[in-house]
C-alpha cells in the first residue's frame, strides 16, 4: 500500500513500469511464477457482485 500512496502522493505517471510492479506486488505471495509477467494466454475476467473471476479461456484475438 506505501507504494500506491507514494505515486499518488508524488503524481507520478501511471506508466507500464508501474503496473507491472504493483503486478509484481500483488502476485509475489499468490503466484510468484507469474509475478511481473505478461499472460501467455488469452484469459475471460468475469465480475460477478460478491467476486472476480479469471477463466483460461481460447478466445479469438
Same mark, same amino acid.
Given at each position: 500500500?506505501?507504494? *500506491? ?12 513500469? *508501474? ?12 503466484? =510468484? ?6 499472460? =501467455? ?7 460477478? +457482485?460478491?467476486?472476480?473471476? *479469471? +477463466? ?6
Amino acid at each position: 500500500m506505501d507504494y *500506491v500512496e507514494d505515486i499518488v502522493d508524488k503524481n507520478i505517471d501511471i506508466t507500464e513500469s *508501474v503496473i507491472k510492479n504493483l503486478h509484481y506486488i500483488i502476485l509475489k505471495t499468490i503466484n =510468484n511464477e507469474n509475478a511481473e509477467r505478461y499472460r =501467455n494466454v488469452n484469459v475471460l475476467i468475469y465480475f460477478d +457482485l460478491l467476486s472476480v473471476k *479469471v +477463466l483460461n479461456r481460447n478466445l479469438p484475438d
